[in-house]
């Protein structure tokens, strides 16, 4: 190769890349890329849709629980919101005034009727009560003396020795002096009463609560502030009330039962709290709510029950006995009838349709359309149609291979209001 020096032509430099057509060529592979990612996720997406609604179709297996058609006693029952009352809550107020002198009871014991619950300065009525007593003992004998004179002024007018005015007017002194020893025995009997006043006792047996009067604060009679509040614990009852439209069939029962069962139950119908009798119903029906108000009565011997507390209350009418009964969640309410899902063979579901009876909250009974120790769907129901195949979790039922039916189990339970029938 010849150097410039030398007189030859120079060599030619690299070419230099053309800048866009790399960069379009960048972007193409990028856009390439994109798809072929955006096909895949499509793809991807595609299948998992297919797979659900291969479960909802029936296609392919759905969990579901299930539960076995029973026999049991289904009571017939009207729920009602009810409030515990007790038959006497008394606010034991002082009914003479003086300082408190003594408090003898316990905030929150039992008390008996009569028992001492404090005293009140009793000096005042004590003296008072002797003053009275003095006041009878003179004119008591101021009488004696009028009643002498007068048997001596009888003698004296038979002898013609006094005059009739005399006798007359000393008659008329011994009547005075009655009249008056009679109103000193009643001024004793007050200021006895009063004296009586100073020991406050418990007018009813019951519960005391907390007391609102400290030791030393001079009470009044019938002040407004209660010394403390007595409430009767034992019976308790509970008022509550049931539709206008129920009375028919609930005064037909009681009739030919004589007393009707009712169940007092939690807020959340959990819990049983205590088995009571209706007692008595009011003498008119409330025209606003058109509800007629009714008590029933409790035993409380386990103070179950305490004042004021809100709860569900079961009016039992009757029992309907040996009924199928299938969970409340089991049945399902179609556009012109109600339905469950009953397992068969293979693990597949039928619709069947089912006459309903009355319930008791958690279970309802079965009139038509179910036989004892099928098994049909408690839940997933939502999500089945008819000749589905389900899959139950765990151990198959006994009923789906043609086993005995155990007994349904579960608690009671409800919402109030209504009759259910």
């Known amino acids: 190769m010849e150097s410039p020096q030398d007189g030859g032509q120079p060599d030619l430099a690299p070419a230099t890349p053309d800048l866009t057509a790399v960069r379009r060529h ?7 890329l994109a798809v072929f990612i955006g096909i895949i996720a499509i793809a991807v997406y595609r299948g998992h849709k297919d797979q659900q609604l291969n479960h909802v179709h029936g296609d392919g297996p759905l969990p579901v629980a299930v539960a076995q058609v029973a026999a049991r006693n289904v009571p017939v029952v009207i729920e009602a919101l009810g409030t515990v009352t007790p038959l006497a809550t008394v606010n034991v107020r002082p009914q003479v005034t003086g300082a408190l002198e003594r408090i003898v009871f316990q905030e929150g014991e039992m008390v008996h009727a009569g028992s001492l619950l404090a005293v009140i300065d009793p000096r005042p009525y004590q003296a008072a009560l002797d003053q009275a007593r003095g006041q009878l003992a003179r004119d008591q004998a101021a009488l004696a003396s009028a009643k002498i004179d007068l048997a001596r002024y009888k003698r004296l007018l038979a002898q013609d020795s006094v005059s009739e005015q005399t006798y007359t007017d000393q008659r008329a002194t011994v009547g005075q002096d009655q009249a008056q020893v009679e109103a000193d025995q009643a001024a004793v009997e007050s200021a006895r ?74 807020r959340d119908m959990r819990h049983l709290i205590a088995t009571g009798k209706l007692a008595s ?35 039992i009418l009757r029992t309907l006995k040996n009924q199928l009964v299938v969970p409340g969640a089991a049945v399902q309410n179609g556009p012109s009838s109600n339905f469950v899902y009953v397992v068969g063979p293979k693990d597949t579901v039928s619709l069947r349709t089912v006459v309903t009876g009355p319930s008791d909250g958690a279970f309802i009974s079965i009139m038509k359309g179910l036989k004892l120790g099928e098994t049909i769907v408690t839940d ?42």
Not at 284 to 311: C, H, K, W, Y
Not at 392 to 417: Q, S, T, V
């Open 380 to 421: 997933g129901a939502d999500q089945l149609r008819n000749g589905a195949h389900v899959r139950i979790p765990g151990e198959r039922p006994a009923a789906a291979r043609g086993g005995k039916a155990p007994l349904l189990h579960g608690r009671r339970g409800g919402k109030p209001g209504g009759t259910h029938a």
């Open 193 to 266: 009463l009063n004296l009586s006043y100073c020991n406050i006792t418990s007018p009813v047996t019951g519960q005391v609560g907390l007391r609102q009067v400290d030791l030393g604060n001079l009470v009044q009679a019938d002040q407004a502030t209660p010394i403390v509040t007595v409430t009767q614990m034992r019976p308790m009852s509970v008022l509550f009330t049931v539709p206008e439209n129920e009375l028919a069939e609930i005064f037909r029962q009681m009739h030919g039962a004589g007393s009707l069962e009712v169940e007092a139950y939690s």
């Open 281 to 315: 119903v009011d003498n008119e029906i409330n025209t606003t709510t058109g509800t007629l108000q009714m008590r029933a009565m409790f035993s409380n011997d386990q103070l179950q029950l305490f004042p004021n507390e809100f709860v569900n209350v079961k009016l």
């Open 26 to 32: 960048r972007r193409i592979a990028f856009i390439g």
